[in-house]
């Protein structure tokens, strides 16, 4: 079914997924306050980086807690080698670079994982590549294009004109991130009823720094919300 601000989707509560975390306290906090994903940053330019050893110890927790929360890596340009010693371990692969249609099915093959492909938005235009990537993909994520000033992809606090993804119909599952908030997921949820929310800076207390308290928050407003 089409996920989009008119689909006649199930009233069921939006799903949410904490992303960058990086210790076990932050983990538990979110599947305590019910998250479905927990992201683990595997770009070493990001302040949320997790090595992969510390990543591998982090999953084994989040399993025994868990036997439903998901585990999804981001990565951004990956070559093989980096995603070979992690992948096995995952739910999903999230791809956040410049990764072409053609590389995403590479490596859903390769790694026989789903398959979450980020794109940037800023203005209508860039909707075009909703088309390009919905045949090789699981999931869609949006997120807010960075500026020329900011160097990463991702979990930089910002977000997009919401609007711009009204009356899509989107064939797959997404998720719409950048510049979420406790305070204002509802309004998103609400406008667009996405199948799940992706938030990382808006649940921090400083920069790469979870919040426990943000976390349950932010949770908890987007469960009061209906997809």
């Not at 306290?25 to 992201?39: F, L, M, P």
């Not at 981001?74 to 072409?100: C, K, M, N, R, Y």
């Not at 990463?152 to 919401?162: A, E, M, R, S, Y």
């Not at 899509?168 to 009823?193: C, F, H, K, Y």
Request: charged share 20%; hydrophobic share 40%.
């Amino acid at each position: 079914m089409p996920h989009s601000a008119t689909t006649n989707c199930p009233l069921t509560s939006c799903q949410v997924k904490i992303c960058g975390i990086t210790t076990a306290a932050a983990a538990e906090a979110a599947i305590r306050a019910g998250a479905s994903y927990i992201g683990l940053v595997f770009h070493p330019a990001s302040p949320r980086y997790i090595a992969p050893e510390k990543a591998l110890a982090l999953i084994r927790y989040i399993r025994a807690l868990s036997t439903t929360t998901r585990c999804v890596g981001l990565f951004v340009d990956p070559e093989d080698t980096q995603l070979d010693a992690i992948s096995p371990h995952l739910d999903i692969i999230q791809l956040h670079g410049d990764e072409s249609p053609a590389r995403c099915a590479d490596i859903k093959q390769r790694y026989e994982k789903p398959i979450m492909k980020a794109i940037p938005i800023s203005a209508a235009h860039d909707l075009a590549q909703i088309e390009r990537y919905e045949p090789v993909c699981d999931w869609l994520l949006f997120d807010a294009k960075p500026s020329d000033k900011q160097e990463l992809t991702g979990g930089n606090g910002i977000n997009f004109d919401w609007t711009l993804l009204e009356n899509q119909n989107i064939s797959l599952p997404w998720m719409l991130a950048g510049g979420l908030t406790p305070d204002n997921v509802s309004e998103a949820i609400a406008l667009l009823r996405p199948s799940a929310v992706d938030v990382s800076s808006g649940v921090e207390r400083a920069r790469g720094v979870k919040d426990n308290d943000k976390i349950k928050a932010f949770i908890t407003a987007a469960s009061r919300s209906k997809c």
